[in-house]
């Protein structure tokens, strides 16, 4: 039931706000609508019924008090000019008085207030004439009949009432509405920016802003932010310091290596030299994926298929197909550098590879299949945490660190974006990148 309630409950901070001011207000216009109806519109209703009701009644006292042989004609013309009543007789008519044709609140209290001061049959119309109201009282001799206007039974303060209920209500709304708008925006700017950060983007323009809390929240995003690029700085400069200040003695052993005898001890410290230089790229390599490249505009099909064509130089059977031109925000050289470093690998260890590049609702999708041997289902987690390496198949024999899907993730993840692992409709591995448009 919860669950069901949530459904339909608004999802938004604003709409959830609004709803919990509409809620109290609509609670409070029904109460005071129930206390009007109960203390104010009956009582109203039955006073203005009980006023006509005494007005037939005196009519009908009239015509029996000793005014002479017109005293009936008198009681109508006192009737007419003084009490607003238009009153006919029927004479020897007989009325039924079952049936009363309204039965609306003003009926109700007409018929309510006739009860208490006639002890005669009478009979309520309300419903063939449109301004008036009929009442028929039924008298020793005939049938009188008196028609009176409707504004005498029916108070127009019920309308004024719910009008003013009801626009007084609107316009808190609105006012709630636009004083909610203003608080949520603060709210807003702070996740924009967070999501800006999260994607590496310049978020310099954001300041504190709102209420207390939203700045306080504000000011402590500003400084996580301020850590977290501090710390990615200190370690990108750590890992390019110790990568380039090693490189120094490499390449003086290999110099030493080249004036030695060509022996296989000279072959093997070579082999472990060049492997170590290789090392050293890959962490240069790592640390250059967290450079401070700026996003630009980039066509993503453009710069795929560009990786697509060197690739192919390379002797790469490559099967691309891009649909048509996505532009979205990218760090151009890191995240070429990252699709080389997936293409090659799928080149690699398959013989045929397939790339594609599509737009969705709100996200583009790179897919890259090969039919090589594929990464295990149980390591496809771990193939992204930095120096691990595949036992097997594929990462055994190409001399890397562990390093290569690690930078790739990395890129990725900073554009806004994820990496995900799978089995190729070829046979071999699927690599499937979304990238947000």
């Given at each position: ?411 990725i993840r900073a554009h806004g974006g994820d990496i995900e692992l799978g089995t190729s409709p070829n046979g071999g591995l699927r690599v499937r990148l979304r990238l947000p448009v």
């Amino acid at each position: 039931m919860g669950d069901l309630i949530k459904n339909y409950l608004p999802k938004s901070l604003l709409g959830r706000s609004l709803l919990i001011i509409v809620i109290p207000l609509i609670l409070l216009q029904l109460v005071s609508a129930g206390i009007f109806y109960e203390t104010h519109w009956n009582k109203v209703t039955l006073s203005l019924a009980r006023g006509v009701a005494g007005d037939v009644s005196a009519i009908i006292n009239m015509q029996h008090r000793d005014f002479g042989p017109n005293a009936r004609l008198a009681a109508m013309n006192i009737a007419s000019n003084n009490m607003g009543l238009s009153v006919t007789f029927t004479k020897e008519a007989v009325l039924d008085s079952r049936v009363h044709k309204g039965s609306g609140l003003m009926e109700r209290m007409l018929i309510r207030a006739m009860s208490e001061t006639n002890s005669r049959p009478f009979r309520i119309d309300s419903e063939s004439l449109r301004r008036f109201v009929i009442i028929e009282v039924q008298l020793s001799d005939g049938v009188m009949k008196v028609v009176t206007s409707r504004k005498r039974l029916f108070s127009s303060t019920t309308y004024v009432f719910v009008l003013w209920m009801v626009g007084t209500s609107l316009i808190l709304f609105a006012v709630a509405t636009i004083f909610m708008r203003n608080q949520v925006k603060p709210i807003r700017r702070l996740a924009l920016a967070a999501e800006d950060f999260g994607k590496g983007r310049d978020v310099s323009n954001f300041k504190p802003e709102g209420a207390t809390e939203v700045r306080k929240a504000a000011v402590e995003f500003l400084a996580m932010r301020d850590r977290i690029s501090r710390q990615i700085k200190q370690r990108t400069d750590m890992l390019a310091g110790v990568s380039h200040d090693l490189r120094t003695p490499l390449t003086r052993m290999r110099l030493e290596l080249e004036m030695l005898d060509d022996n296989n001890a000279a072959q093997n410290l070579k082999t472990d030299v060049t492997d170590m230089e290789h090392m050293l790229e890959g962490y240069l390599a790592f640390a250059r994926g967290e450079g401070t490249e700026r996003p630009t505009p980039a066509n993503l099909t453009q710069l795929i298929e560009s990786v697509v064509v060197q690739a192919r130089r390379k002797g790469g059977q490559i099967d691309f197909h891009g649909e048509g031109e996505i532009t979205l925000p990218l760090r151009p050289n890191a995240f070429k550098r990252s699709m080389t470093n997936l293409v090659d690998n799928a080149t690699r260890f398959g013989d045929y590879v397939t790339i594609r590049v599509r737009e969705r609702e709100d996200f583009a999708e790179v897919l890259i299949d090969d039919d090589g041997p594929g990464i295990p289902e149980d390591q496809r987690d771990d193939v992204f945490r930095p120096f691990y390496r595949v036992e097997g198949s594929r990462n055994q024999e190409t001399g890397g660190v562990g390093l290569g899907l690690t930078i790739v993730r990395d890129v990725i993840r900073a554009h806004g974006g994820d990496i995900e692992l799978g089995t190729s409709p070829n046979g071999g591995l699927r690599v499937r990148l979304r990238l947000p448009v």
